[in-house]
């Protein structure tokens, strides 16, 4: 493999076979970032549905939704789920002609809050964003929205 600089005239001759590192589509050079969350840094998560919202608060002792207990375990699993993931399906032409059908805003002591947005644009398919980049629109299908926008039951004691 030859290369040269940008403001030089030298090639240089390289060894090493370097088209795996260059001979890339578009969006494998893009920020794939979607969520970044502490868990030990959150203690309030706010969920916004078309029929409903509800939010689960850390006290000093314990996960509350509406003053009843939840289940901690459950709670944590949740943002664990979310500490790093990425996202490489963008959705460069998606701009948002409405509110968004769900949302959720995690919250913390010393931390930006953290909101995503999600918009249902068929059965399967959804567009979303976060503050982590919030101009930047990705699409998904599956289990992510089951993930990220979970009913009160799922996060109670029972």
């Known amino acids: 493999t030859y290369i040269r600089f940008d403001d030089e005239d030298d090639v240089y001759a390289v060894k090493e076979m370097m088209d795996s590192y260059f001979n890339k589509d578009f969006n494998a050079w893009r920020n794939k970032a979607f969520l970044r969350v502490e868990p030990k840094k ?3 998560i706010t969920f916004q549905y078309p029929d409903s919202s509800y939010t689960v608060v850390r006290d000093s002792t314990a996960w509350k939704i509406n003053n009843l207990k939840a289940d901690s ?25 409405s509110s968004p ?3 959720v805003t ?8 953290i909101n995503i947005r ?5 059965n399967d398919k959804w567009f979303l964003s976060s503050s982590l980049q919030d101009s930047v ?6 289990s992510l929205i089951s993930d990220l926008f979970v009913g009160k039951n799922g996060l109670l004691n029972k």
């Not at 629109?137 to 599956?142: A, K, L, R, V």
């Open 118 to 122: 999600c918009w249902k644009i068929e």
């Open 73 to 97: 375990s459950k709670v944590e699993s949740y943002l664990n789920k979310f500490r790093s993931r990425d996202l490489s399906e963008f959705a460069d032409s998606f701009t948002p002609s």
């Open 106 to 113: 995690m919250e913390g002591q010393g931390v930006t809050p």
């Open 42 to 44: 959150i203690s309030k």
């Open 137 to 142: 629109y990705f699409s998904s299908q599956g």
């Open 101 to 103: 059908t769900y949302e």
